[in-house]
């Protein structure tokens, strides 16, 4: 925000391409117009213009390993979780959206030593935000993954605005997450687009990451920018044969309706690849059996329902596949609500259990893992504006199918964090 002053001249115009509040001098008298349309050579001038601010989100993020106390919780008043992990030595580790799902965005990491009974203060934080930018530039999307390796992966993509036609995929890593003082590396940039899904390990040894580069363009001031992006624009699958070294392109499904992708890969038993993405219309799935170069035209999943928003699917260490979605049937749901883990024993044809994780409104945005016993781990958020809360569920394959704890270690609606700033704000709804 910012004031501007202007000796304006009889019958002189003013256009403004932003929201304003106009404060008039005694004497001043307005007349409202209807606006002069931009020629093409000013519409494309524009565009140039905010390409070249664009690039402000190609310089590379800090990673604030001391965040304290400028970043506690009772600074925060937002909460929308992005995602959570486990160490091999045990250690879970969580990160979540402060500020807003708006320009405003960025990210916070904190951790448990003691299987998400208590958390840390936040422990990492990644905020791009800028006094001396001329637009916010936010960290929105990612999420933490630990590798076949032991080491920990942060995700995460940034972007002038929410997102300003090209964004940006970057990845720092961890390879000592469970000491007590974790080292990171510094984040590189990768592709454009954002990533909130962990990579799937393939039988093959190939990591897959699943990569968004929007099929809409460029937000509010950076609409119509980058449109050489184009042909690239979709649901996108990235490779890396050498460890998550180096990343290829390797194919793309674009979605009818396109909105947020938040797409997630499978590898089915006969090696065939099946990807399930978010649409305004419902989950979407596309397959292919040539290792994600060439995917087949997207269809409905029979007997799957869900909300406008994130559900989470993932292979587990039985063969089984979990979902975890909203609504108490697989084919029903009433919004963000009644979130409920299932699984299925036939690649996903019929789903078996129904285990209520949390029942309440609010609810939503599901990630998760599963530890070498079994255990399986979800984090997800309430009310991000309000109460801003991030909650994490503890459970078993057999609490799935029983639809009720059973577990000696299975617990429910455990908080990870809660911003305890007062005023907290509405944001935008992903």
């Given at each position: 925000m910012f004031a501007y002053r202007k000796t304006i001249a009889k019958s002189e115009r003013l256009r403004f391409r932003k929201l304003a509040l106009l404060v008039f001098g005694k004497e001043t008298k307005m007349e409202a117009t209807e606006p002069t349309p931009l020629t093409d050579q000013e519409t494309q001038d524009n565009i140039n213009r905010m390409e070249e601010i664009?690039?402000?989100?190609?310089?590379?993020?800090?990673?604030?390993?001391?965040?304290?106390?400028?970043?506690?919780?009772?600074?925060?008043?937002?909460?929308?979780?992005?995602?959570?992990?486990?160490?091999?030595?045990?250690?879970?580790?969580?990160?979540?959206?402060?500020?807003?799902?708006?320009?405003?965005?960025?990210?916070?990491?904190?951790?448990?030593?003691?299987?998400?009974?208590?958390?840390?203060?936040?422990?990492?934080?990644?905020?791009?935000?800028?006094k001396k930018l001329p637009e916010q530039r936010s960290v929105l999307v990612g999420n933490l993954w630990t590798d076949p390796l032991g080491r920990l992966w942060l995700i995460f993509d940034q972007?002038?605005?929410?997102?300003?036609?090209?964004?940006?995929?970057?990845?720092?890593?961890?390879?000592?997450?469970?000491?007590?003082?974790?080292?990171?590396?510094?984040?590189?940039?990768?592709?454009?687009?954002?990533?909130?899904?962990?990579?799937?390990?393939?039988?093959?040894?190939?990591?897959?990451?699943?990569?968004?580069?929007?099929?809409?363009?460029?937000?509010?001031?950076?609409?119509g920018c980058f449109r050489e992006l184009d042909p690239l624009r979709g649901a996108n699958?990235?490779?890396?044969?050498?460890?998550?070294?180096?990343?290829?392109?390797?194919?793309?499904?674009?979605?009818?309706?396109?909105?947020?992708?938040?797409?997630?890969?499978?590898?089915?038993?006969?090696?065939?690849?099946?990807?399930?993405?978010?649409?305004?219309?419902?989950?979407?799935?596309?397959?292919?059996?040539?290792?994600?170069?060439?995917?087949?035209?997207?269809?409905?999943?029979?007997?799957?329902?869900?909300?406008?928003?994130?559900?989470?699917?993932?292979?587990?260490?039985?063969?089984?596949?979990?979902?975890?979605?909203?609504g108490d049937t697989v084919d029903t749901h009433e919004q963000r609500c009644k979130l409920t883990a299932w699984f299925s024993e036939d690649e996903g044809k019929t789903w078996k259990g129904g285990l209520m994780l949390d029942e309440r409104n609010g609810i939503s945005y599901p990630d998760g893992t599963q530890a070498p016993d079994g255990t399986l781990y979800i984090s997800y958020d309430h009310n991000r504006s309000t109460d801003g809360e991030i909650l994490m569920a503890r459970f078993t394959e057999e609490d799935i199918l029983a639809r009720k704890l059973v577990g000696r270690k299975s617990k429910l609606k455990m908080l990870i964090s809660r911003p305890l700033k007062k005023g907290g704000r509405r944001n935008r709804k992903r």
């Open positions: 664009a690039d402000y989100a190609l310089v590379p993020p800090n990673l604030n390993t001391s965040p304290l106390p400028e970043y506690d919780y009772d600074q925060l008043d937002y909460g929308m979780t992005i995602g959570m992990d486990r160490t091999p030595a045990g250690r879970l580790w969580a990160c979540w959206v402060a500020g807003g799902d708006s320009p405003k965005a960025f990210f916070v990491l904190a951790s448990s030593d003691n299987d998400g009974e208590t958390w840390s203060h936040p422990r990492l934080v990644v905020d791009g935000h800028s972007s002038m605005d929410m997102f300003d036609g090209r964004a940006g995929v970057w990845l720092a890593r961890c390879d000592n997450p469970d000491a007590a003082e974790p080292k990171w590396s510094a984040p590189r940039r990768i592709w454009h687009g954002v990533t909130l899904n962990k990579p799937t390990v393939l039988s093959n040894g190939e990591w897959m990451l699943p990569i968004s580069l929007d099929q809409r363009t460029g937000f509010r001031s950076f609409k699958v990235f490779v890396s044969s050498d460890k998550g070294e180096t990343w290829e392109r390797r194919g793309c499904v674009r979605f009818p309706h396109p909105e947020w992708h938040e797409h997630m890969i499978v590898e089915r038993k006969d090696g065939s690849l099946w990807m399930l993405a978010r649409t305004p219309k419902g989950p979407m799935q596309s397959f292919s059996s040539d290792g994600g170069r060439t995917w087949s035209k997207p269809t409905f999943p029979d007997g799957i329902r869900h909300p406008v928003a994130r559900f989470h699917i993932r292979r587990l260490a039985s063969g089984r596949i979990l979902l975890v979605k909203h």
